[in-house]
Structure formats: C-alpha cells, structure tokens
C-alpha cells in the first residue's frame, strides 16, 4: 500500500512504513487514521511478523500532531483511528514486534510513537523532545509511558522542560537500543526486523501481551495468569504445534520451523 502520506512496503515477512509528509512527517487525524490501517493490517496478517516504522528525509522521524491542521481547527481529541494517534499506540492485539528507526528528530507525538514500538535504532544525527510544555499542554502518551522506560528524573526533566535529547544521550539511558551512521540505519533495522522475523511469533505474542498486562498486577498475580493460561497467547502457545516443534528441534539440534500454529 503507497498512500500520498504513509508508504507501506512488504519485504517478505517485514513491513516497512514510512511517514512521508513533508517537511516535518507531522500527522494529521487523516495520515494517523490510514497508519491505523496499515497496522490494523499487519496485525491480521499471518504472512508478516515484523514492521519497521521510520520517516522520511534526513531531518524529522516525525513532529508529531500537525499544528497546521490544528490551526484550521483540527481538534486534540479528532478521530485518529483504530490505532490512536499515529496507528499504533492504543490498537487491541498488535503482538508483533515493532522496530522504530528513528532517523531524525522525533519530536512530541512522533517521540510517542517512537516510544509505542517494542525496540528503537536511531540514526547519530537523531534528537528527541517533548515540547507540548512549551505550547501549555499534556503530552499524554509520553506522560504515561516515558517514567516507566527511562529512570523518573530523567523522564520528568523532558517533561517539565521540553529540552532536546540527542541520541547518545537517549541510548545511555536505555531509551534507544543502538545508535549508528544514518546511512546505515535501515540496514540495521533491516536486519533486526530479518531476525525477528525467523523468530517464534507466538512466543513474541506471548511476549507482548504478559509485558502489557502485566504492568499493575504483583509477580505472583503474573505468574498466577501465565500458569493458568489466563492469557490468550499463553493459552494459544501452549497448547501449538510451534510449542512441540522447538522442543523437537532442539533435541534434534537443528534449526525450528515456525508455523505460528
């Protein structure tokens, strides 16, 4: 799917969306409703197992909420779609892992959607800010997620200031998973979403739920739902034929077949 706005490319099982609105890749209620799509379908695709999310250019991964729709009256709470602003952040089920590669700044809302995927490459040249403080409102997304990846001072710095992270400070505290040369940042993320992509996607669905789930439960609440398959992929897994065949493969020492059944 090529849209004038998201493009979405399938390299066997990997989808790769870029957000392409010049200048800033900012997203309006339209963009973020098609994204929504795309993930909505990428979600119910047995055939992909991995996306990568990046942006177009050199200079923006992404400046969040268009503030020139805004300006035409284009409301915070606008319908953003299935997927909530920028596709992802609030759709049911998407257990497939993500790779945001960050390749310039990401900024407001496009630091959340950053934030939304599951693991972060971002290019040297990449920046990010929460400069909602600035203009007198919540950034809601970040507000929520960003104490609970990043130590809280830190977080509540960003917050309160909207001052700019550059990407060695990000990878120090643990916000992003590696840094490399900007031309070589869609090799690398090429490469981990190929890695991902061989890897059990039950499992990775498994994963995804248990970490989400989990947040304001105790351990032994957690552990109680995994070992009586209170959760569907826990239930799914158990229950598979992937979860007989890694078994098998590593008796056999030979490389698993997954089915994602």
């Known amino acids: 799917m090529i849209d ?9 099982p990997v989808l790769e969306v870029t957000i392409n609105r010049p200048k800033a890749n900012a997203i ?11 993930f909505a379908d990428f979600r119910d695709d047995p055939a992909l197992r991995a996306a990568i999310v990046t942006g177009h250019g050199s200079k923006f991964f992404c400046a969040g909420w268009d503030l020139k729709a805004a300006a035409a009256g284009e409301a ?19 257990n497939k892992p993500i790779i945001a ?26 920046s ?50 590696r840094v490399v040369p900007a031309d ?3 090799d690398e993320a090429r490469k981990l979403a190929e890695l991902l992509a061989g890897g059990p996607p039950l499992v990775y669905a498994c994963i995804k739920e248990v970490a989400r789930e989990t947040q304001n ?22 229950s598979s034929e992937d979860q007989l065949e890694g078994a098998r493969a590593f008796a056999e020492k030979r490389r698993p077949q997954w089915k994602g059944r």
């Open 128 to 177: 990010f800010a929460l400069p909602e403080i600035n203009a007198g409102t919540l950034a809601d997304a970040a507000t929520v997620k960003l104490p609970r990846r990043i130590p809280y001072h830190v977080a509540m710095d960003l917050l309160f200031t909207g001052r700019w992270m550059d990407a060695e400070e990000a990878r120090r505290w643990g916000l992003v998973n």
């Open 76 to 94: 915070p709470d606008s319908n953003y779609g299935v997927g909530g602003f920028g596709g992802m952040q609030e759709l049911p089920g998407l």
């Open 217 to 238: 439960m105790s351990f032994q609440q957690s552990m109680d739902m995994i070992n009586q398959r209170g959760f569907a992929t826990v239930d799914k897994l158990y």
């Open 101 to 126: 590669a960050v390749n310039g700044m990401a900024v407001g809302g496009g630091f959340e959607i950053a934030l939304s995927a599951d693991l972060i490459v971002a290019a040297d040249q990449a």
């Open 28 to 38: 309006d209620a339209a963009t973020s409703r098609i994204m929504g799509e795309v």
């Open 4 to 12: 004038h706005a998201i493009e979405a490319r399938k390299h066997g």
């Open 184 to 186: 070589r940042l869609l």
